[in-house]
C-alpha cells in the first residue's frame, strides 16, 4: 500500500507568519507554522513532518507538491550539496541546511515518490493543505490557536500516531533557560490537552515548557 499525500507551506509576507501543512484526508493531516519564517521553510517542513509521521508505517509515500524547489532539492540537487558539505558555489551554506539535512535523513531507506502539481489549479489534496497551512499561519499572525489537525491516522484506525517532528527539534533548542535551579518534571497527558498547551504557548510566543510551568506556578501559588 502506498500512502498518498500532499504537502504545501504559506508565508503572509516571505517572511513572515508562515505555516505548513501534509494532508492524506480529511481525518489524516497535520499543521504548524512559526512566528516568522519563508514560503520555503514551510514546504520543507511539511513534507519533513509527513516523513516523521508516517515513518513507523511501513508503507511507500507519494507526495504532491506546488513547490519545484522542494522537489528538485530532494530529488537533484541534494547529492551535490552534500558532497560539497552542504555548501554553495560561493562557499555559503546553502539556504535551509537545518531542515535538508534532516529531511535527508528521513529519506533514508523510505520509497517516496514525487509529484509536481500546478499551485491552485483545483488540485483537491493540494488544495486541503494549502488551506490547512495558510491557517497555520492566519493562526501565528492573529495570535490564536493553530489548527493542527489530528496528525497521522493509519487507514482503518481512528487513532493517531504522533511522531516527534522537526519542528519541534527545533523549538526545543530554543527553549530558556532560567536563571535558577530547576528541576525537570515529566508527565503523561491526553493529546488533546498536550496540542491546547503548545498552541496557547506558540500564540503567546514562549517555549510549551515555560508556559507550562507558568501555570503550575500559578496553581501552587494560589493553593
Request: hydrophobic share 40%; glycine share 8%.
Amino acid at each position: 500500500m502506498t500512502i498518498i499525500a500532499a504537502a504545501d507551506g504559506s508565508a503572509l509576507g516571505n517572511p513572515g507568519p508562515a505555516g505548513w501543512a501534509w494532508y492524506v484526508d480529511d481525518d489524516c493531516w497535520h499543521a504548524g507554522g512559526w512566528k516568522e519564517s519563508t514560503n520555503n521553510r514551510g514546504e520543507l517542513m511539511a513534507v519533513l513532518d509527513l516523513l516523521n509521521s508516517t515513518a513507523d508505517a511501513g508503507e511507500d509515500l507519494k507526495v504532491f507538491c506546488d513547490s519545484k524547489y522542494v522537489i528538485n532539492a530532494l530529488t537533484k540537487w541534494m547529492p551535490g550539496w552534500k558532497r560539497k558539505g552542504w555548501k554553495k558555489a560561493d562557499g555559503k551554506d546553502v539556504l535551509n541546511k537545518d531542515l535538508l539535512e534532516q529531511l535527508d535523513s528521513a529519506l533514508k531507506g523510505r520509497e517516496v515518490e514525487f509529484e509536481w502539481v500546478k499551485g491552485h489549479s483545483n488540485h483537491a489534496m493540494n488544495e486541503a493543505a494549502d488551506v490547512r497551512a495558510r491557517a497555520a499561519a492566519t493562526a501565528y499572525q492573529k495570535n490564536s490557536t493553530v489548527p493542527s489537525g489530528p496528525g497521522y491516522v493509519p487507514a482503518g484506525t481512528s487513532e493517531s500516531v504522533t511522531a516527534p517532528s522537526a519542528e519541534d527539534d527545533l523549538v526545543a533548542e530554543e527553549a530558556p533557560v532560567a536563571d535558577e535551579a530547576t528541576t525537570l518534571v515529566s508527565c503523561r497527558v491526553p493529546t488533546h490537552i498536550a496540542d491546547e498547551l503548545v498552541s496557547r504557548a506558540q500564540a503567546q510566543g514562549i517555549h510549551p515548557q515555560e508556559f507550562l510551568a507558568d501555570i503550575i506556578g500559578r496553581s501552587l501559588e494560589n493553593e
